[in-house]
């Protein structure tokens, strides 16, 4: 039997889902003409592929076509790792398809990297020079980036919204996934598919929207023009001082909250706690706080632990651990 493909404009919902969504929208006053798909959006975007070199358009090319490989319902997960970071690439890789997902790419900052995953997960590799053709080269191998806090990892992380960006540049819908976590369930069952933003609370108590620390490890993304208006201002805020702050996840919630406070706000959703619990509170509830969340999240990530040793060992108390098989091959 021939199943096709979907068509780019539908969404993954069943009737009863979208209908609940739709009346959210109307009650919220949030349905308006989806801006990813106006007139002055796409021209502008085909004025930037005519004005750009010919070695960036060979490059945007060739990264459409890695997109639109892997792409369901337009959209695609992506991470980012460099060779020392390899034994967590493969314990994402695994957990992603455990959960039945196809539809990941992972950035890779340097040759060894690309040509380990590429390897071993053929079509699933996106080198970073595709992504930025002007960014400084990140590439280093071994145990490069895997200090948290150190100039080479801030370096790692504020390339995000570079990335993020060149992707959603192309149409398509992005959920970032940080390396250090797993996804234990398929997350486009829980996604809210109207929104601009969705992401999680990495505050330790449940604030949902009232948070002012939102996690820059797990973002869905749809291609419009405040969301590239908000990373766009979120890397200028990296370039300015990005390597004066710890990790870059404090930029960003300086400039989601300058926006929401602003004349364009973002029309956003945060997932509950309960299925996408933050690192700490999730051992908590392994202890006295059993009770505090549901047995089955969906995700686990270690943040709120520092070090590579450390979030390794995470993965490994909850039975999770799935990175010797980079680890033996020892290819830094």
Known sequence: ????????????LSGTATVGLILTSLVCGSLEPAPWNTRGSWDRRLQEERSAPAEVVDARADLRR????????NTVIVSQTNCGYLPFAENWL????????????????????????????????????LLSATRPNLAATGDKFRDFGSKDFIKLACARPVYLSAILALGYNVLWVDLDAALLMDPFKHLPWLYEYVGVDDELNNR????????????????????????SEWNEACERGGEGIVGNQILFNRVMRSRQNGTVPLDYYILPKQLYPDGWNMRRSRGENCGRFWRAPAWSHANYISGFDNKRQHFRDLGLWQGDKAEAAAVC
């Not at 493909?5 to 993954?12: F, M, W």
């Not at 009232?210 to 908000?230: A, E, G, H, I």
Request: aromatic share 8%.
């Open 1 to 12: 039997m021939l199943i096709r493909k979907p068509s780019r404009l539908q969404l993954p």
């Open 66 to 73: 890695r997109v639109d490989r892997v792409a369901h319902w």
């Open 94 to 129: 695994h957990h992603a398809a455990h959960a039945n997902l196809t539809n990941y790419l992972i950035v890779t900052e340097d040759e060894p990297a690309a040509n380990y995953l590429e390897a071993r997960h053929p079509g699933h590799v996106l080198p970073a020079h």
């Open 208 to 231: 949902g929207r009232d948070s002012n620390y939102l996690c820059t490890c797990f973002m869905f993304l749809r291609p419009t023009d405040r969301v590239r208006s908000l990373l």
